[in-house]
């Protein structure tokens, strides 16, 4: 049975020994024959499957009935351990492009036999998921031929020729529904089939990021709830089978829209993306300027050159005549939906489909059904939080859609990232008719992308939107054929650490730098969440594609997985040891002697970033800390900056590697006290005590500021138990008037620049909600003719408010 769970194969090795009585004198007793071992199952040659996190135990007949109606992966590699390694190193072959007269002669990618079997396979199972999708939403074979073509139509992507087209598809259009799979054009289709065959036959990652506002981020719903995770959670299985590591990305943001992280992409969404996903029309719908400037950063940037799906009709045509970039726009599969019309109608439709689209009469069906997630489920280890956890998630508003859409979104990604594989494997099989390996012209992607690179960086300044960055001051114009770094200390960061704010910043000379001082509740696992579950009865897509073959899910021994509970902070979290403020006085600012002196301050601190590993990736577990309203919610989006005032001193950072002269700053002038702890009780730079100044102590009520937004029009203005002395607020993110005393003061390599109020808020540009940006650095002649890049020393402070005024650096963008 080559679907046959792991503990079917687990059969004894030894075999009995045989049990013969002593022989007598008179008689002779033949031996007794031997007992045949147990042969070995050939399904435990086959790879075990991960176990999906969020997936809870599925029985072993229902596995079995699954495999017996669809199917499973029979395919493993016998010869694996004799197969040559390290052939295809990036040193000596760029993206894995080895020729195919290169390839070692006992590579898998030259035998035949080998590539048959695994392309039979992996034929079938993608046929088995696209099966199992229909089914799930009520269009399982066996079917009339109407319905068929009903079927078909829910995720079909219409072949478009973009060198006539001036508009997309109807369905596209601003009075479309959006309900077929997607749109996009032949050769930019081919150009997914080439990026998914070069991930199987180098068994490399394939790389999916989504950038975009709150209804792309799922909020309201769970963080693996959101589309992006959801295509993750159904594809990964599928790649795993094919020997490729997919990761995916959830980089959307609340209530801003992808300039704070496109101006930086090279990092902060990474270099190594393949699918690249921007929804970001309810919050950018009207800067088409920036999204231009944000998708051409992505194009350019990377070391791969990703299919760019979303984002305005014009722009995307543009890049795909202009540029040779592959683009499309996916819809939400609408079309393939029954109607909701009562609740006992409701529960004769699908699980998947039910309260989806609902009849004019019965809206509300589709309204009270639209969330479900939970903010806490009690744990069998004794943790319980500190903050009293929500009733329902923040978010649950009527333009965020909930987990159905959500799922379906996520299908419809997923049957267009299966429909290129189909394709791939079978031109795969068509293209080795007459041996091993596929020809490279099929696969191979190093001149595919410097190709669309190169056209990106030189395209014509006329052309586009992007120019439009250059009006007012707003941004260089040369960041439109600029490659940029970047780094932030928002979340999600693709690279976490290496792409934060942080990670360039210079230490003060007692060692110290800013910190994170976030403490997780809890470590390990989360309880099993039901919400993912399906009913009995209903489809599960997910045990499907994976088939039996599994790694069986340990059981959550919460006592013995998660030892580090932190009771010392589970009242209240208090300023530590090393930040309590040194003895310090007032000074009046007329008698304040300026230090022109660059060294690096001890008073700025990380504020407004959660805790853990907040990469946007489906596994990584994010925003555990202490007080945290709703421990299972996990979203990774938060609007982190390193926060200070003017006894923070300066604040230095290296910038690696600048060559073009360019220099951005992106800021928050918004902060307040409670932001900046380190000096909470400092009245001189650092807080260095002088001779005669007696200490003075803060006085005032503590207030707490909520970062309201679009997605949280709402406010609990209830103080939690364990703070009730405290207020909570709305944030304002307005900058503060400035007094005639204000100074921004920042430095390149030494070299002082001082702006005081006036200068600072002309230079300050408001480029989005939450968007206020600085050009430090505009100078193509920085580095002088062919002068190699250099690393250049930035640094930035604040002078004449004392301890009034808070600013916070989020983002930083140079070239």
């Known amino acids: 049975d080559a679907t046959a769970d792991a503990t079917a194969d687990a059969t004894a090795d030894a075999t009995a020994d045989a049990t013969t009585p002593a022989p007598e004198e008179t008689t002779?007793?033949?031996?007794?024959?031997?007992?045949?071992?147990?042969?070995?199952?050939?399904t435990s040659k086959i790879p075990l499957m991960e176990p999906d996190m969020e997936a809870g135990p599925v029985p072993e007949d229902k596995r079995a009935a699954l495999a017996e109606k669809y199917g499973g992966w029979h395919f493993w590699d016998g010869d694996e351990e004799m197969r040559p390694k390290g052939y295809m190193t990036d040193d000596q072959y760029p993206n894995h492009d080895i020729p195919g007269d290169k390839f070692p002669q006992d590579s898998w990618q030259t035998d035949a036999v080998y590539v048959n079997h695994y392309l039979n396979d992996a034929d079938k199972l993608i046929d088995r998921a696209m099966e199992a999708i229909f089914t799930e939403y009520g269009h399982g074979k066996p079917l009339p031929p109407e319905e068929m073509a009903k079927r078909m139509k829910m995720f079909h992507w219409e072949k478009i020729d973009l060198a006539t087209a001036t508009e997309p598809p109807p369905e596209f259009s601003k009075r479309g529904g959006r309900d077929i799979g997607g749109w996009t054009s032949k050769r930019s289709f081919d150009g997914l089939v080439r990026r998914l065959l070069h991930a199987m036959i180098t068994q490399d990652t394939f790389t999916v990021l989504l950038a975009g506002h709150s209804a792309a981020q799922g909020q309201g719903n769970h963080f693996r709830q959101s589309y992006a995770m959801q295509f993750h959670r159904l594809m990964k299985p599928i790649f795993a089978r094919l020997g490729v590591k997919l990761i995916t990305h959830n980089m959307a943001q609340g209530g801003l829209g992808t300039l704070q992280g496109g101006m930086g992409a090279r990092h902060i969404y990474g270099q190594e993306i393949d699918l690249f996903l921007w929804d970001s029309g309810m919050t950018e719908g009207g800067a088409p300027h920036h999204v231009d400037l944000v998708l051409r950063q992505v194009l350019m940037s990377g070391n791969r050159v990703p299919l760019m799906w979303g984002g305005p009709f014009e722009l995307l045509k543009l890049f795909h005549e202009e540029a040779d970039a592959d683009v499309g726009e996916w819809g939400n599969g609408y079309a393939g939906l029954p109607e909701t019309t009562d609740e006992a109608q409701a529960e004769t439709l699908p699980w998947a489909a039910r309260n989806m689209k609902c009849s004019s009469e019965r809206q509300d069906l589709c309204n009270e059904n639209r969330y479900n997630s939970v903010c806490w489920i009690n744990r069998t280890d004794g943790v319980r939080p500190a903050q009293g956890q929500r009733a329902r998630p923040r978010g649950q508003v009527k333009w965020h859609p909930g987990w159905r859409p959500h799922q379906l979104q996520g299908r419809v990604l997923a049957f267009a990232v299966l429909e290129g594989l189909e394709?791939?494997?079978n031109t795969w099989m068509e293209g080795t008719m007459t041996g091993q390996p596929l020809d490279d012209d099929y696969w191979h992607v190093t001149e595919y992308y410097e190709n669309i690179r190169s056209k990106i960086k030189n395209m014509n300044q006329t052309l586009g939107r992007c120019p439009e960055i250059a009006q007012e001051d707003q941004l260089p114009i040369r960041m439109c054929n600029t490659p940029m770094n970047g780094r932030t200390q928002y979340t999600p960061r693709a690279d976490y650490e290496g792409a934060s704010l942080n990670s360039i910043v210079k230490a003060a000379p007692s060692g110290k730098m800013p910190t994170n001082d976030q403490k997780a509740l809890y470590e390990g696992p989360d309880m099993h969440n039901p919400v993912y579950d399906v009913p009995e009865g209903h489809i599960d897509v997910l045990s499907i594609v994976m088939g039996r073959r599994r790694?069986?899910?340990?059981?959550?021994?919460?006592?013995?997985?998660?030892?580090?509970?932190?009771?010392?902070?589970?009242?209240?979290?208090?300023?530590?040891?090393?930040e309590m403020p040194q003895p310090s006085s007032s000074s009046s600012l007329l008698r304040r002697k300026l230090d022109d002196e660059i060294v690096p301050g001890e008073g700025w601190n990380i504020a407004m970033e959660p805790q853990g590993l907040c990469d946007g990736k489906y596994d990584s577990v994010c925003n555990h800390e202490t007080h945290e309203e709703c421990f299972l919610l996990q979203h990774h989006d938060q609007r982190g900056a390193i926060v200070g005032c003017e006894w923070s001193g300066w604040l230095v950072m290296t910038l690696k590697a600048l060559k073009e002269g360019l220099i951005v700053l992106k800021l928050h002038t918004w902060h307040v006290d409670s932001e900046n702890q380190k000096t909470r009780r400092w009245q001189s730079v650092n807080g260095k005590r002088r001779l005669g100044e007696a200490t003075t102590a803060d006085a005032g009520e503590s207030q707490e500021y909520f970062a309201g937004d679009l997605a949280y029009p709402e406010m609990d203005t209830t103080p939690p138990p364990h703070r009730q002395s405290r207020r909570?607020?709305?944030?304002s993110y307005s900058c503060p008037e400035l007094p005639d005393s204000f100074a921004f003061d920042f430095a390149i390599n030494g070299k002082i620049t001082?702006?005081?109020?006036?200068?600072?808020?002309?230079?300050k540009k408001n480029l989005q909600r939450v968007v206020e940006t600085l050009t430090l650095l505009d100078d193509p002649e920085f580095i002088k003719g062919d002068d190699e890049a250099q690393d250049v020393e930035v640094a930035v402070r604040m002078r004449g408010v004392n301890r009034t005024m808070f600013f916070g650096m989020s983002h930083i963008y140079w070239a």
């Open 423 to 425: 394709v791939a494997v």
């Open 728 to 731: 909570k607020l709305m944030r």
């Open 28 to 42: 002779t007793t033949p031996p007794a024959p031997e007992e045949e071992k147990p042969k070995e199952k050939v």
């Open 551 to 578: 790694r069986r899910r340990r059981q959550r021994r919460l006592e013995a997985a998660l030892p580090k509970v932190n009771h010392t902070i589970m009242d209240a979290v208090g300023v530590t040891q090393e």
């Open 754 to 763: 001082s702006l005081n109020s006036t200068e600072f808020i002309a230079k």
